[in-house]
C-alpha cells in the first residue's frame, strides 16, 4: 500500500470520527500529528541542489512499517464501524441498573452540558455543591 492510499484512508477516517468536546487535545489532532510525522514526511523527497553543514544533518525517516499501519487502519475501521459493540450487544440491565435507572442518561446529559459551560459557569456549579442555602 502506498503513502498516498494510506494517507487518503486516514483522512476519511478523520473525516468521519465524531467530535469530542471533552478531550482538550483530540482523537482528530493526534491521527494528524501521527500521520504528518509517520507517513507523509516520508514524501517529501530532499532536493539535489540544497548542502546542509554536518553538524545539522538531518535524519532520514525509519521505513515504513505496511503492515503495522495496516493494522492501526483496520483497528480504527473497526471502532469506527461499531463492529465490538455489535458483535458483544450490552443488556437493558447494564445500561439502566435497578439502583439508580437514569444514572447513564444523566451522565450523558452532564457531559454534553459541560462542552458547551464556560470557566465561570463551570466554577459556579462546583462551588454551589458545597455550599447549601437551606
Given amino acids: 500500500m502506498t503513502t498516498s492510499t494510506l494517507s487518503k484512508h486516514y483522512h476519511r477516517i478523520l473525516r468521519l470520527w465524531p467530535q469530542d468536546a471533552l478531550r482538550p487535545i ?3 489532532d493526534a491521527t494528524k500529528r501521527h500521520l504528518d510525522s509517520h507517513i ?5 523527497k530532499p532536493t539535489e541542489n540544497f548542502e546542509v553543514p554536518n553538524a545539522a544533518q538531518v535524519t532520514p525517516p525509519p521505513p515504513l512499517d505496511e503492515a ?3 493494522e492501526q487502519l483496520n483497528a480504527l475501521y473497526s471502532l469506527l464501524e461499531n463492529r465490538y459493540k455489535n458483535a458483544y450487544p450490552t443488556s437493558e440491565a447494564l ?3 435497578n439502583f439508580q435507572p437514569a444514572y447513564y442518561a444523566n451522565l450523558m446529559k452532564e457531559m454534553e452540558a459541560a462542552s458547551t459551560r464556560g470557566w465561570l459557569a463551570s466554577k459556579w456549579l462546583r462551588w454551589s455543591r458545597f455550599v447549601r442555602f437551606t
Wanted: proline share 7%.
Fill in 26 to 28: 483530540s482523537f482528530q
Fill in 40 to 44: 507523509l514526511r516520508r514524501t517529501v
Fill in 68 to 70: 503495522r499501519e495496516i
Fill in 95 to 97: 445500561l439502566n441498573p
